[in-house]
């Protein structure tokens, strides 16, 4: 790459031809605050928020959508600039809720703290105001669009990352609105509920649907049984919302917090993982050896399964009949664990703590109920957990670390690494392998199927018979998958999709801001949290050995078809029109 | 919202010709809307719901672009055109007020029509009838220095 020189501030600065003037600058070291631009997403120029002042230039001009030159001069932040930029917020504010305090983005929106830095005290225009009523048809996501700046962030990832497309524009000049066509309700739009537009929005217009108060309630009923399982990816994130550095494992002192806010039970959706690995495991095996469909592809992230339903669903029948490991949490909890305590299971109040937004549609599918009652009665995400110890006044650093209750908060190192992309592959390898050979697996690590790469291709020798299997994350890189399996069906055997980038760990129902550096580190904390385990093989967790001699019999028998395997629909795209 | 009448079957059957000769072609959406406009009308949800699944652009797409351009309706023609003028003299004579009323009386916007298909609202720039402000036209008739409490007598002439 040819490299230009140019003047920053007064600094020369180095940079490669190509980039923009806001890349240069920030790898120099020097902030330009932004709002619309989302990084390698989202660099339109559009919200003026970035502009610089460029010697010899007519008018200010947005850094982020303007290349480098050799010889350029650059002012980021003289009189002029600081004018334009408090302008331009002060007339975003003018058509913005001042509500802040009430907000669910208190704290973490980027147009308040905009506001804050930019120095602004009073806003001096007044005009028409947006207003509306919020969208709460979906139960994974509200959208306000009042609190809305048109920056499109949400706009790109639907689009650019998941491929999905359920909001963009419509109408135009002051009508312009993000949403969905013939501005539809969420929920009957293709949104998959993955929630990364409500990562990615930097105020409160997408947020994701809070139902801390129906736990609250469950918790202060003393007839509830009130029984909590996390997710994965929960015990690497939920630090940050308490100002811990991303990668943080913070999996004892979240077990204590959840015992603080009153849990008459905390247990682990790791021990269901683990589960999940048996049957799907099994399923895989049985499909391998009897002609069943292939390739095989994993069904834990509900906004994948949503996916699938609405734009392949003629590919149904090559989804693991598995149910989620939250769901098969629920059912267990509902049946086994109640007999086995001896509480009547609709006393049973199950919660779960997950990194996702779709698990909230998840556990409101109608066949979700096999035990005769919902598997789960509540979904909450980690930030709203988060939000709830603040609530309580619990110091989260200052916890102890504490254990999960027996029995169902027993788990290995697979379970764990399900929160990372990759990691159910290579949970569901670590089995297979022992199972299909019978001998035991010389090295647990598969680093094939690690990390960040979109897609990731591996074959795997299972004592001479070679299973390919490939990985995937984000529904963009899924949808490339299925499409190459049209082509070639039998291009694999076993597929992983993770709806969201980096898998769970980059969950839209996590800590905000949640960028790809966020996620590696979360990733390494969560095969650090697989590493430190004392068991790593799904198969060998005691407890689930337990379980299918005292309830399930054996892998994929009918109790465990019953309880822990669905069905999928295909669901036609506005098929209301 | 309301639903417009459906179209003719043998008017539909050439819509999907129209839509079917884009085939595969996402570069070819404004042209094929502006053709179906021409030749329907309007654009209605089930022939828009054709267009993204022929050409493979999103719904969403479809719909930005459609609502982005005032030359593309969503609902057939009112029976009566009303063409209200914003040219200068009207304007300061108090054309906004006009529209004021037409948006809360009867939930009219410029290029809309009411959902029971009676008034369609077109603003206009100069009917030449500079003096005679505000100014509208509906259907061939025109109305001059029409006041805001006036319309609803003025427009119930129309059936």
Redesign the interface.
Known sequence: MAKVTLTIDGRKVEAERGMTVLEAARLAGINIPTLCYLENLNAIGACRVCVVEVKGAKALQASCVLPVAEGMEVWTNSRAVRASRRTTVELLLSDHPTECTTCIRNGTCELQALAESLGIRRVRFEGEKHGGVPDESSPSIVRDNAKCVLCRRCVAVCEKVQSVKAIGPQERGFETAIAPPFELPLADSVCVNCGQCTLVCPTGALHEHDDSELVWAALADPGKHVVVQTAPATRVTVGEMFGMPPGSVVTGKMVAALRRLGFDRVFDTDFTADLTIIEEGYELVHRLQEGGVLPMITSCSPGWIKFIETFFPDMLPNLSTCKSPQQMFGALAKTYYARKVGIDPADIFVVSIMPCTAKKFEARRPEMTDSGYPDIDAVLTTRELGRMLKEAGVVFDALPEEPYDDPLGVSTGAGAIFGATGGVMEAALRTAYEVVTGKTLPALDFQSVRGMEGIKEATVNLDGTELRVVVAHTLGNARKVLEAVRVDPGRYHFIEIMACPGGCIGGGGQPIPTTDEIRKKRIEAIYRVDRDMPLRKSHDNPVIKVLYQEFLGEPNSHKAHELLHTHYQPRYQYAQL | ?AQAAALSPALREEASEIIGSYRGQPSGLIQVLSRLQEKLGYLP??V??EVA?TLGV???????VV??YALFTLKPRGRHTINLCKGTACYVRGAAQLIERLKKDYGLKPGDTTDDGRYTLEVIRCLGACGLGPAIMIDKDVHARVKPEKLGEILSRYE
């Open positions: 919202m949800r089930d828009l719901k699944d999103s719904l969403t797409e479809v719909y930005g609502t982005f």
